[in-house]
């Protein structure tokens, strides 16, 4: 397969934030990372090497639930957004699906899944177009010890806003992960720490 859109989303080490360039290193978006500021998007994407450009999109993971809401456009002009939703499909398997209408008005539903035969990464994820099961994007996993996130390629071109969401929607993904791992591990720590033991 030949990938219609390919994308390199790499992170800072501290807080967390990404940033977005095509293969060839041009830089597309900038997106900022916040998981303590009430009434503020988990995920903001602009389109800027920074966050003092342009609103392209934003994601927020709704508490009390694992399922995260998706604002395509700028929320400076709400009449103009689309919102979708990235839902949690049961409680164990590590599989999301939105649903949205494309380009030409068609609505489909799109699921993202974990692969071992696609991608280069160690822990990868396909999405697939439901009605077709045909796999319209792969997101590959970057090195333990790299800044690099991951890559994304896109097989399906179904138009721009498509493009974007598919890209809100897997780092959505990958973030969720990174938080889960993170939490798990400071509960590990903490459990650790306060277990003294006998003899």
């Known amino acids: ?13 501290w807080r967390h ?16 990372n916040s998981s303590f500021t009430p009434g503020k998007p988990d995920l903001t994407f602009y389109r ?6 342009p609103i392209v999109g934003v994601c927020k993971f709704r508490h009390f639930s694992s399922d995260c809401e998706i604002g395509v456009g700028d929320p400076e002009r ?25 380009d030409d008005g068609t609505k489909r539903t799109f699921t993202w899944k974990r692969t071992h035969s696609l991608g280069s990464g160690f822990e990868n994820h396909k999405l697939v177009e439901e009605t077709s099961q045909t796999v319209v994007a792969v997101f590959s996993s970057g090195g333990i010890f790299s800044k690099t996130t991951g890559y994304l390629d896109i097989y ?10 598919v890209l809100i929607s897997g780092i959505a993904l990958v973030e969720k992960i990174r938080r889960a791992k993170q939490s798990s591990a400071g509960a590990g720590a903490a459990g650790a720490a306060g277990g003294g033991g006998g003899c």
């Open 48 to 53: 800027s090497p920074d966050s003092n450009g």
């Open 1 to 13: 397969m030949n990938p219609t859109a390919q994308y390199l989303i790499t992170h800072s080490f």
């Open 17 to 32: 934030n990404y940033d977005v360039r095509t293969t060839n290193k041009t830089h597309l978006y900038h997106i900022a």
């Open 156 to 165: 399906s071109n179904l138009g721009q806003r498509f493009y974007l969401m």
């Open 78 to 102: 709400p009449n103009k957004m689309n919102w979708e939703y990235l839902h949690k499909q049961g409680f164990t398997k590590r599989v999301y699906w939105f649903r949205m209408e494309l």
